[in-house]
């Protein structure tokens, strides 16, 4: 016994280090839920960079002088489906890791500046907004993965807050609901102008996905608009700039846009620093998926994230919980071999309890499943979603062919085992 058990952590080390050393971000284990495997749709990868001019350069703007402005530039990574043919993994994506020195390399299936595939488009449109710090491919594994079923997912660099630039919390405060907006509209325009992209995308159907700062401008850009606390707060920008989000302003309301259809918000930050209360969650009327770890101590789970997903009252909402999983539950990708070897910022991309590559596959489970009902309109999806609450009540039930029983509850598309540790709610928006 005690050989076999060597020899089976022996396995799982050498299987772990050869995932880590190829850094790849398209893993699916062989115990991932149904809908967590690509998609049969080739995937084309291209870099945009857009300038969205004029705004407030919140570094360098100080309380009670004048607020500067610059050019504020955004890089963009875009996965798209490509023409059928296309040689798949000959794009790597060349990054740092966390410490913003590190250079990895990311191995996925994608090919560069790969033809579109426009017979079949056009696509719903997601755009990906990654931590503070992150970049554009934090959530690789997702958005790859989803590109590859009959989407354009949109990955956002948000300057001052990537890995290579990361300067003052108070520029991400500020400026992730609007890099989001800028970055809908500016996929908007190049949708409509001759080019590669051209009519790739339908952008009144968008998606929104978020991870912790992305998921607290997620929730900005939907509707969450902030607490006159939050504007004053010691952590905020100068000069009051966060009023343009604030709850109630005309000017706020008026902003949210009718194109997002949906949103994913995975371990949103804000509640637990004063941004939100229950009255300005109201506002939230989009389809949100809510993600997160029952012990998050970044974001807090209970006073926390519970709190968004209880307090959107006028949404249709889900909330995944990963038990024991902390901040980094589902979203970042797995760590690069790079920091295997250091270890240095090894916790900024794993769980202690959770596997990295096992919740990248139930992330890209249930994001399928809720994108294809919220922007496709796929009804067919909702038996991934109508859940017993918690996996462990659910009974596996049977027969030899493989037919459920009538006392099946088994979680749908979870073999049976593999739903341990996991919870899911869903609460429907209120009555008028």
Known sequence: MRLFLTMALAASTLLCSVNAQTNRID??????????????APVGVRTLKFVHAGQVDVVNTKAGEANRTYDRPLTVEVWYPAQLGTTAGTAQYVTVTRDGKTATTLTGRAARDAAPDTRSGPYPLVIVSHGYPGNRFLLSPLAENLASKGYVVAAIDHTDSTYSDQAAFASTLLN????????????????????????????????LIGYSMGGYGVMNTIGAGFTAASVTAQIAPPNGLLAQRQAGNAAYTSSMDPRIKAAIAIAPWGWNAGFWSADTLK????????????????????????NLFEGAVNADRYLLTFENANHNAAAPMPAPAEV????????????????????????????????????RGDASMDKYLNL?????????????????????????????????GLRFEHLPPQKP
């Open 27 to 40: 893993a699916i284990r062989p115990d991932a839920p149904t809908l967590a495997p690509y998609g049969t």
């Open 176 to 207: 992730r609901p609007l890099d989001q907006l800028f970055v809908l509209n500016e996929l908007s325009r190049v949708n409509s102008e001759p080019g590669t992209l051209q009519g790739l995308m339908d952008v009144n159907r968008t998606a």
């Open 283 to 306: 506002g939230v009327r989009t389809p949100v998926l809510f993600m997160a770890g029952s012990v998050d101590d970044v974001s807090g789970y209970q006073p926390g994230i519970r």
């Open 340 to 375: 295997w070897r250091t270890g240095a910022p090894f916790a900024h991309y794993a769980d202690p309890v959770w596997d990295s590559v096992r919740m990248n596959n139930i992330a890209q489970h249930f994001a399928t499943a809720f994108l294809g009902r919220y922007l």
């Open 388 to 420: 017993v609450e918690y996996a462990r009540d659910g009974r596996f039930s049977v027969g030899t062919d493989g037919t459920p029983k009538a006392d099946h509850t088994y979680w749908q598309g979870f073999e049976n085992r593999t739903a341990a």
